[in-house]
């Protein structure tokens, strides 16, 4: 009998995907700490479903340590459940900013709607603070825009600087030399775990070609 598959929460999901990253790459939780910038303690709070989504930019940090997109976190290979909608929590500052830049570099929300795979709609809500993007259309954001978790990070760090004396006040440069890429083989295990997931879709692919093809061949054959 077919074992019924569970539908896990987004915070689950979240959880497993990012030990399951962990121990794909093969790095206990220190190397793991401090290849995210974060501490051992916090990614062992975050596997084990504790305030997950608390904070988006941490999960964007570990993405970008994994080489993969900020979205494949939200993502569960069980279930096939992609784009959910509930995503991970931005400060309002994050948001303020993101929008500006979508105002300042294009004509309308209607053709960066369509960049990012979404309603004209959806854009004005967002800007309205009435709703809040996806993961997915969040990372597309991300990729259009071309940000980074540094330039999430220096965003929220300048309202910080700026609510400070004067006299105290430090600028704050996004350290991009802190970016830390994954080498060739470590890129080469998230591949196959990206394959791993596509495979059945692919052999089922495979199969209906072989079929056309086999079909073709007698045809032929009744020809000769």
């Keep these: ?10 915070e689950e999901i979240v959880a497993k995907n990012v030990s399951a990253y962990r121990f794909m790459l093969g790095l206990d ?3 793991f700490a401090e290849r995210t910038h974060l501490t ?3 990614i062992r709070e975050i596997e084990k479903g504790a305030d997950v989504l608390g904070n988006g930019i941490e999960l964007l940090r570990i993405a970008e340590a994994c080489n993969i997109q900020y979205s494949e976190l939200f993502e569960d290979a069980d279930t096939g459940s992609t784009g959910l909608s509930k995503n991970a929590y931005f400060p309002d500052v994050v948001y303020k900013r993101i929008y500006k830049m979508i105002q300042k570099n294009y004509k309308s929300f209607t053709a960066f709607a369509k960049l990012i795979g979404v309603h004209f709609s959806t854009v004005s809500l967002w800007m309205n603070g009435k709703t809040h993007p996806t993961p997915i259309a969040f990372q ?7 940000l980074k978790s540094y330039d999430l990070e220096a965003m929220v760090e300048s309202t910080r600087e700026k609510k400070k004396p004067v006299e105290k006040a430090v600028s704050v440069e996004p350290k991009k030399e802190e970016v830390v890429v994954a080498d060739d083989f470590e890129s080469k295990v998230v591949k196959i775990m990206r394959l791993q997931k596509e495979l059945p879709e692919l052999i089922e692919q495979v199969n209906v070609l072989y079929g056309k093809i086999y079909t073709l061949k007698q045809k032929l054959l009744e020809l000769s």
């Design 1 to 10: 009998m077919e074992q019924k598959k569970v539908r896990l929460t987004t």
């Design 40 to 42: 051992p303690e916090r």
């Design 140 to 146: 597309n954001t991300l990729t259009v825009l071309k």
């Design 29 to 31: 939780y220190e190397k």
